[in-house]
């Protein structure tokens, strides 16, 4: 029958609850710079109803779990934006590398040495017994192939730099994969929802999802 310990223990219930709700929300505010760090919430339920005359009798409130506030559309956007970001300013990066090795602006370039060689070549058609004519061909071509060598050494260049930062990128791709397997291992073992909802690991392996696509 309900009586005054039934009264004491919905009391103790509910103040378990609320301190469990305070320690939440301490955390919540401790960790408010943490990058990657999801806000959580006590969902709070009614406890067990016992039969009872006139009708079932409560017994106060429970915790029923603790939850991230996570949003899963938000994330994947999030992702998708920024994986894009980061392969179109990696590709601006390399053309703009490359645009370096045939800048003509300032000095002498691939174009530039190919209109003096072919016009060379035209003069040459008109006169073909000139000497000087012949001696511009002749001087012209050696400039075309030192400049066609140069231009070939820097995006040589370009290229095994280019080759150093991917083989940079598949080593942290790697890394990266190996530390979410690690999560699902742990997830597997300490998350059982909605009782112990692991969100720790969950804040862990989006952060390392995030710099995996960035």
């Known amino acids: 029958m309900p009586g005054i ?7 103790q219930k509910a103040l378990n609850v609320s301190q469990v709700g305070i320690e939440v929300t301490g955390q919540n505010i401790a960790n408010v710079n943490t990058v990657g760090y999801s806000r959580q919430r006590v969902v709070i339920q009614d406890d067990i109803y016992l039969d009872y005359a006139p009708g079932q ?15 899963e559309f938000i994330e994947e956007s999030y992702n998708t934006k920024s994986s894009a970001r980061s392969k179109w300013n990696t590709l601006y990066a390399s053309m703009t590398s490359v645009e370096t090795v045939f800048n003509e602006s ?26 000087p004519q012949r001696q511009n061909v002749l ?17 040589i260049s370009v290229q095994n730099q280019a080759d150093q930062y991917i083989g940079q990128d598949v080593a942290a791709v790697n890394k990266l994969i190996q530390e979410i397997a690690d999560i699902n291992s742990q997830l597997a073992v300490h998350d059982n929802p909605p009782i112990n909802n692991a969100n720790g690991f969950y804040d862990e392996r ?9």
């Open 139 to 155: 001087s012209d071509a050696q400039s075309l192939i030192s400049i066609l060598r140069q231009a070939n050494d820097d995006l």
């Open 57 to 71: 009798m409560g017994t106060g409130v429970r915790a029923a779990s603790i939850q991230r506030q996570f949003d």
């Open 106 to 131: 300032s000095t002498k370039g691939v174009s530039s040495a190919l209109t003096s060689f072919f016009d060379d070549w035209q003069n040459l058609s008109l006169d073909p017994k000139s000497y």
């Open 5 to 11: 310990s039934s009264l004491l223990n919905i009391g």
């Open 206 to 214: 989006a952060r390392r999802v995030r710099d995996l696509r960035n």
